[in-house]
């Protein structure tokens, strides 16, 4: 068995190793690729502090960089006995990677491997909620001019569109993409160089990693950078958690609209599951399991505080077991948002719905409106249509006139093209990619 890092010649009871191990290892492979990077830029500073000779330097960064193309090609595994992917990845580095540790901590090391795989992770996510989003809007353009019935309460309420409805799940994902930019910004900033949250006497170069691992800026002090742990993380599980909420809802509203009870949409039957009995059916068993894995997603914020909520400041073992709800989160999520996107893309939808006369009463709005700019007062002709509709003698007027901004005739989609566009704008995802690639390529 390999021994620990923290080796003092004590034999730790196997009981208390698995224990406090847990799932780590595992977890750890999530990790793999960024403690590489963090170990490359860790260790050019060293060498421009005087801490490393040029030599040892150009080894440790030529083994870094063949640890690194083993991880990409996934032949690289945490082997039995070693503890974790810092202690894998310095054990593979031979005689030279022992110099690797000076002036930092286990703690700031798993402090820049969340912060380089959350913001890698909220850039993949954003790309395919932009995806979505340009589905929805797609979607919306093409049915703008179908009417569907509007709903308050689960009770037909007044017209609406597909269009304002795919519409209005685009914008819902301008506001997630929004908490996105947010978390992204606070991911980017390094905490290397606070070694186990008190600093180092190194003379360290905090601004140099900084600049060669891409990040916006460092955590200044360094007890706050460690406290960042398990804080960073519930910022940005919220902000996936809004992107669920929005899937959620969506998902609710599709097994609602494509159930006969309504006929409002019909799904690709290729997106559809069967029965074992009934051989009429067409489940939309994606839709209800997005429903579950979204809800579940949206719990993973509450499990992080609950975690963390009555920590004072200093490192913990605590902050270990949110590894293991919070870096499985984002590829749950982002399969969701790509099953959604598939979806919406194929999905058709009903062009007559309003014909049937159970839906007339949804007009009587448009028939009070239209009294009252004809110069009866607004409540003298509620008072009006609502009598006739007691009376069995109301009748419907079809034709819909919405012109103010937002509404059936107005869509301003191209307005909410543009809120997105200029948030997409604001990630300095170019920067960063070009930081890595320097550091892997050099």
Request: hydrophobic share 40%; aromatic share 8%; net charge negative.
């Amino acid at each position: 068995m390999a021994s620990k890092l923290w080796d003092k010649k004590i034999q730790v009871d196997s009981d208390i190793e698995r224990y406090t191990i847990g799932k780590d290892a595992e977890m750890d492979m999530y990790l793999a690729s960024y403690d590489v990077l963090g170990s490359m830029a860790h260790a050019t500073m060293l060498e421009h502090v005087g801490l490393l000779s040029n030599d040892d330097l150009q080894a440790l960064l030529k083994g870094l960089r063949s640890i690194y193309k083993e991880i990409e090609k996934g032949n690289f595994k945490i082997e039995d006995g070693v503890e974790d992917i810092h202690s894998q990845v310095e054990l593979m580095l031979g005689e030279v990677g022992k110099k690797l540790h000076s002036g930092r901590s286990r703690n700031d090391q798993v402090l820049v491997d969340l912060k380089l795989f959350t913001r890698a992770k909220i850039q993949e996510l954003v790309a395919s909620v932009n995806d979505l989003f340009e589905t929805l809007i797609a979607q919306s353009n093409l049915y703008k001019d179908v009417l569907m019935p509007g709903y308050t309460h689960l009770q037909i309420a007044m017209p609406s569109s597909f269009g304002l409805w795919f519409a209005a799940y685009a914008e819902s994902l301008v506001d997630d993409m929004q908490l996105l930019l947010s978390a992204y910004k606070i991911s980017n900033r390094n905490p290397l160089g606070s070694a186990a949250g008190y600093g180092n006497s190194f003379p360290l170069d905090r601004q140099l990693t900084t600049d060669l691992l891409g990040f916006d800026s460092m955590d200044y002090n360094v007890i706050y950078a460690q406290m960042g742990r398990g804080k960073t993380e519930r910022i940005v599980a919220n902000a996936l958690a809004s992107v669920a909420a929005t899937l959620s809802k969506l998902a609710f509203d599709s097994c609602m609209f494509t159930s006969q009870n309504f006929g409002f949409m019909k799904l690709a039957p290729q997106y559809t599951t069967g029965s074992s009995i009934m051989p009429h059916k067409k489940n939309p068993d994606v839709f209800e399991l997005t429903r579950a894995k979204c809800n579940k997603i949206q719990g993973i914020p509450t499990q992080i505080t609950l975690i963390t909520n009555n920590l004072p400041s200093g490192y913990f073992r605590d902050l270990q077991i949110i590894k293991e709800i919070y870096l499985p989160m984002f590829d749950e999520l982002m399969d969701c948002v790509e099953m959604v996107r598939n979806m919406m893309e194929k999905v058709s939808v009903n062009k007559s719905i309003l014909e049937d006369s159970k839906y007339d009463l949804i007009f009587s709005v448009e028939e009070v409106n239209r009294l009252t700019l004809s110069g009866v007062s607004f409540r003298d002709a509620y008072k009006q249509i609502g009598l006739a509709i007691e009376d069995g003698k109301f009748k419907p007027n079809k034709e819909i006139h919405h012109t103010h901004a937002g509404s059936i005739g107005n869509l301003c989609n191209d307005k909410i093209q543009s809120l997105m566009s200029s948030l997409l704008a604001e990630f300095p995802f170019e920067r960063v990619e070009s930081a890595e690639k320097q550091l892997i390529n050099d």
